[in-house]
Nanobody
């Protein structure tokens, strides 16, 4: 059974940095695109960054130039380096991945349970 587990959230002051990690376990064949979403209190979940299996990244306008997404295929892990954090970055950050298991002909999307990032002085 595939599970995604995020880590690295916490409390940080404005202007600070955090690095989030998300590891997919139980994968028997391949992980395709991996993404980070976030959901702030009272707001809808939004896409923050995505990275293809080939390593091509995409970012939401709100985080361009401040956040960097990367991945380690061998570890089935995606990272989100967050710099110059702002109070408006405060949210629960969720990991999302497309996974194809061995003997399956389809890709399923899985979600982690999220990790809280709080940016406050």
């Amino acid at each position: 059974q595939v599970q995604l587990m995020e880590s690295g959230g916490g409390l940080v002051q404005p202007g600070g940095s955090l690095r989030l990690s998300c590891t997919a376990s139980g994968v028997t064949y391949r992980v395709y695109s991996m993404r980070w979403y976030r959901q702030a209190p009272g707001k809808e979940r939004e896409l923050v960054a995505a990275i293809t299996s080939g390593g091509s990244p995409n970012y939401a306008d709100a985080v361009k130039g401040r956040f960097t997404i990367s991945r380690d295929h061998a570890k089935n892990t995606v990272y989100l380096q967050m710099n110059s954090l702002k109070p408006e970055d405060t949210a629960v950050y969720f990991c999302n991945a497309g996974v194809q298991q061995a003997s399956a002909s389809y890709v399923m999307t899985y979600w982690g349970k999220g990790t809280l990032v709080t940016v406050s002085s």
